[in-house]
């Protein structure tokens, strides 16, 4: 397959060093793309650039048609940008739909979102208005573990604010994102909304570009400091979604059925590749026994194998370098005394498969607790002080999500209150709303996502003192 994109008129087959997008069921490359040089990314800069002179004028309304046709389109063709997912990430095909259809929906919630001006009226008769202004330009780089719809994520708040936006994808995942720009350049003007290609050097030469009047960023922290880092220049605007290591505590009252299919499915959404999965599972020593073998039935339970096969409930890790990461993480674990209690799965042969892995009786310190494992692998803890197991799920660099799981909401919210996270959710985990500000603390990020306030991270106030 080339990049031809054939709407929008811009873009072309870039010209830069080609890299291939492996299949992680089969660990082999499917596809050949080109990245884009350095000029065509000054380009597609330009264009943007140029575009934005006309687009800054959309109307309300014209938006809000725009929206609701680009989301129809993807709807229509779920199956194919599905199957595009599933091969280039690798989770099963049912849940590929599922990120279609979360996206589609999430660009029906923005188009219902009204951009507000703020009026004051003083003594004196003087009345100030305030305005949401676009940006401009807008660069998006995006990550392999939910590509179509952390695109989704940024290119839509940056347009609906009359931005123009250039997203990066990951070198993992580029082809359903190019097939989401592909729809987005049948209905808006050429130049709006674009992409380039490439690895983390695209990135840092788009990010870096001193057009670009704000970054959205969702990866890693050490990606994340590099983007701001070269923000330093001309001042752009950053928005960083960064890692995570999410901790669930689940006090002794808690309904074990239920917990322990949500905790489950939470763990592992995406084979455990979710920004907010969960990352540590601290379950009251009163029902320890009792969930971890509930849990470890439905580990078992899973059929792994490529997720185009429907009968397949579990997929492989993305990539080769994430499947060693999490390789090591567990033999180290082991190294340090932790069981593995999940029995051994039979996984294909080829591909970067590892059965949903769950460990217990893991000394303190250990990696797997302290580091993002991003994978699917899930250390549980015993514990029985809630102030103290408090503190450990705080003594964490990050501070992206966590949860409490109880029958006694009140006092599931006492502990929720002490968390030191932008997100805490109370008998779920990892549930996103387009109306939550979504906040990671401390290493997880810089600003925020989502809601009336995160969208209107894509703007600049402009405030008109009108005197009579
Ligand atoms: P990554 O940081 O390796 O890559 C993310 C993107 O940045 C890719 O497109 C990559 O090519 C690009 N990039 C790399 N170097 C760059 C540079 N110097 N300048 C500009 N762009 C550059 O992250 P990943 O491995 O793709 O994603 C996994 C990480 O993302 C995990 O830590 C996960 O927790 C985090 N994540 C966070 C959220 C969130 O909303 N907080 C959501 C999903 C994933
Ligand atoms: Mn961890």
Redesign the pocket.
């Known amino acids: 397959m080339n990049t031809q994109l054939n709407q929008g008129g811009i873009y072309t087959t870039f010209s830069g060093e080609s890299f291939e997008v492996i299949n992680p069921a089969t660990a082999t490359p499917f596809a050949v793309l080109n990245s884009s040089s350095a000029a065509e990314i000054d380009h597609t800069v330009n264009q943007a650039v140029e575009a934005f002179a006309t687009w800054k004028q959309v109307t309300d309304t014209e938006i809000y048609a725009l929206f609701s046709a680009i989301a129809a389109d993807i709807r229509s063709q779920k199956a194919e940008i599905a199957s595009l997912i599933t091969q280039e990430q690798g989770k099963p095909l049912f849940l590929a739909e599922v990120e279609v259809e979360l996206g589609a929906g999430w660009i029906e919630h923005l188009r219902d979102t009204e951009i507000p001006v703020e009026q004051y009226e003083e003594a004196n008769g003087k009345v100030i208005r305030i305005y949401n202004k676009p940006i401009g330009v807008v660069a998006s ?6 590509p179509f719809m ?1 695109a989704i994520w940024h290119l839509f708040p940056a347009l609906k604010t009359k931005n123009c936006v250039i997203n ?5 995942t580029p082809l359903s994102t190019i097939k989401l720009i592909e729809i987005i350049n049948h209905h808006l003007p050429a130049g709006v909304c674009s992409i380039v290609l490439g ?2 050097d695209t ?2 030469h788009l ?1 870096a570009h001193p057009a670009i009047g704000k970054v959205a ?8 400091q ?2 701001l880092k ?1 923000s330093v220049d001309s001042l752009k605007s950053v928005v960083l ?4 290591n999410d901790a669930a505590i689940v006090l002794e009252d808690a309904d074990l059925d239920y917990v322990a299919e949500k905790i489950f499915g939470s763990a592992f959404l995406n084979m455990g590749q ?2 907010t999965a969960i990352k540590r599972l601290y379950v009251h020593e009163d029902i320890y026994d009792a969930l971890v073998e509930k849990l470890l039935a439905m580990a078992q339970a899973q059929v792994i194998g490529s997720g185009l096969d429907s009968a397949t409930t579990f997929g492989p890790v993305q990539n080769a370098i994430q499947y060693q990461k999490v390789k090591a993480l567990i033999d180290d674990a082991i190294t340090q005394g932790a069981s593995v209690l999940t029995a051994k799965m039979e996984v294909p042969e080829h591909g970067y498969f590892i059965a949903p892995t769950i460990i217990g009786d893991l000394p303190a310190g250990t990696a797997l607790i302290d580091q ?1 494992q ?1 994978g699917p692998v899930l250390p549980i803890i015993r514990f029985n002080d809630i102030q103290s197991v408090i503190a450990e799920a705080n003594r964490s660099e990050f501070g ?1 999500g966590g949860s409490v799981w109880s029958a006694d909401i009140a006092k599931a919210e006492a502990v929720a209150q002490q968390l030191e996270t932008g997100t805490v959710w109370i008998n779920r985990h990892a549930e996103m709303s387009p109306n939550a500000a ?1 906040c ?1 603390w401390k290493m ?2 810089l600003g925020h996502a989502f809601g009336l306030s995160g969208l209107l991270q894509f703007t600049k106030k402009q405030a008109i003192h009108i005197n009579p």
Do not use: D, H, Q
Request: aromatic share 14%; net charge neutral; charged share 15%.
């Open positions: 780089i995006t990550p392999w573990n939910w952390i990066k994808p990951s070198e993992y690895k983390g990135g840092a990010t960023f969702t990866g890693s922290t050490r990606t994340g590099a983007i070269n979604e960064l890692g995570g979710t920004c993002e991003f992206l979504f990671g997880s990020g």
